[in-house]
């Protein structure tokens, strides 16, 4: 399915066709979660190409898998469906040689949240695996191209800095045509835009001007 072909029904999908984790209070001090309406053109894609490998690089506190995985549950009778997703316990700083590793106040208490709702979620995931890797999100993609032979979906909200963000996309090798990416939270400048726009030169891309904006790409 080309992703251009429905491209009118993923920016027009409405958060009210879709239900959402409730956004536990004591995370408030770290408020990175995907909100309701950007998480619904997540939603109307995965009904939409219904993708048998989704990577989610950038778990936070799991409300985004929690959503992602209970919309694959909904096709995933019948045939292998696995849903990775990728975090560090602590903040990454991207640096040109690699990462630092900061915090903020109450960020232990939301890696202690993440994994607590990830065992329960693996607990009841019924027909998709769920796989939580807790490595850089660059560090994960050759470990998740030695357990299955291709992905079909990437959402990208990790570091949201846009040499990281190659650098994240790059780790996976080469991807296969049809394959898909959002990115998420990319309002920050134009650069990244123009920088991605060289990088994949060979992808259609589509930018959706929603809270954050997200970027989202098709390899041709």
Not at 136 to 148: E, T
Not at 162 to 172: E, H, N, P, Q, Y
Request: net charge negative.
């Amino acid at each position: 399915m080309k992703l251009a072909d429905v491209w009118n029904q993923i920016e027009g999908a409405n958060e009210a066709d879709f239900s959402f984790p409730d956004k536990p209070s004591d995370s408030e001090r770290n408020p990175w979660h995907s909100n309701p309406s950007e998480l619904a053109k997540i939603g109307m894609f995965l009904r939409l190409f219904q993708p048998s490998v989704v990577v989610e690089l950038g778990t936070f506190e799991a409300r985004g898998t929690e959503f992602i995985l209970e919309e694959m549950k909904k096709y995933a009778g019948g045939k292998i469906t696995i849903l990775f997703t990728v975090d560090v316990p602590y903040i990454p700083m991207w640096l040109p040689n690699g990462y630092g590793e900061t915090t903020a106040p109450g960020f232990d208490a939301s890696v202690t949240l993440r994994r607590a709702r990830i065992k329960d979620l693996v607990i009841r995931s019924g027909p998709v695996e769920l796989i939580y890797i807790e490595r850089l999100a660059y560090d994960a993609g050759p470990i998740i191209v030695k357990v299955v032979p291709e992905v079909n979906f990437i959402f990208h909200d990790a570091c949201h800095l846009a040499a990281a963000m190659m650098d994240d996309i790059k780790s996976f090798g080469e991807l296969k045509e049809g394959t898909v990416i959002c990115f998420d939270n990319v309002l920050e400048g134009h650069c990244i835009f123009d920088f991605l726009g060289n990088e994949f030169k060979d992808w259609d891309s589509f930018h959706l001007k929603t809270e954050t904006g997200q970027l989202w790409l098709q390899r041709r």
